[in-house]
């Protein structure tokens, strides 16, 4: 198994760009999440799918887009990238009440300019 | 909503024990994980605790106390590779995680 898998690592965007980072996971998992990580301030949560056709919104979910057509995939797409977006992106999935709680892919690293 | 405290930095010793807090305010949860984290690296899970007290779990153990609002995780007999981020977070309703800001352990020679 691959696990949950994150596409590109790293990324360079202009300001005013859109693009979509893409994630995939491989364990049936119905619980998909995409999380940023800044200096000082933990992961926070974007957006989050509780099944295929069903997401909502977390607690930064402004300036980012978010489907899940399939149980497998999750892209999180920036609409119009601003230099605040400057992050690390980690996407995880989870079975209901596991107890290993979240695996996370290994991340972008997402430069705005 | 969740407040969760973590120390922002410690630095220990090879060989010593440390000891990483995390209290939090919340109005309830089902349990605390807690994440090892290296720089450049994704999360990894280390330890999870529902009930209070103390989880086991060779040189790492968690503990846990509803009634205070905290938890700790306790490292033994440090090794240069347990150099790395510590993520307190609490699991919430709909399965959602919420992480305290990490605490960043430096173990030196």
């Known amino acids: 198994n691959a696990g949950v898998t994150q596409t590109p690592k790293f990324q360079v965007l202009k300001t005013g760009q859109s693009m979509t980072l893409q994630c995939a996971q491989d364990?049936?998992?119905?619980?998909m999440s995409w999380y940023r990580q800044d200096p000082g301030m933990g992961l926070r949560l974007i957006h989050y799918?509780?099944?295929?056709?069903?997401?909502d919104q977390g607690e930064v979910p402004n300036g980012y887009n978010v489907s899940r057509s399939t149980t497998e995939d999750f892209p999180l797409r920036l609409l119009s990238a601003a230099p605040s977006q400057t992050s690390v992106y980690f996407c995880?999935?989870?079975?209901?009440?596991?107890?290993?709680?979240?695996?996370f892919g290994s991340g972008t690293r997402l430069t705005v300019v | 909503g969740q407040n969760i405290d973590q120390p922002t930095e410690m630095t220990a010793t090879e060989g010593a024990i440390v000891q990483i807090n995390c209290t939090y305010q919340?109005?309830?949860?089902?349990?605390l994980f807690w994440y090892q984290q290296h720089a450049g690296e994704a999360p990894t899970f280390l330890s999870y605790?529902?009930?209070?007290g103390l989880e086991e779990k060779g040189r790492f153990s968690s503990f846990l106390s509803r009634s205070k609002g905290y938890s700790y995780l306790l490292l033994k007999e440090l090794q240069m590779k347990d150099s790395a981020s510590y993520l307190c977070?609490?699991?919430?309703?709909?399965?959602?995680?919420?992480f305290g800001g990490g605490t960043r352990l430096m173990v030196k020679p």
């Open positions: 364990m049936n998992h119905e619980y």
């Open positions: 799918s509780v099944g295929a056709g069903i997401t």
């Open positions: 605790n529902v009930l209070d």
């Open positions: 995880a999935s989870s079975s209901y009440g596991d107890r290993h709680g979240y695996t």
């Open positions: 977070a609490l699991w919430g309703a709909g399965n959602m995680l919420t």
């Open positions: 919340t109005s309830g949860f089902n349990g």
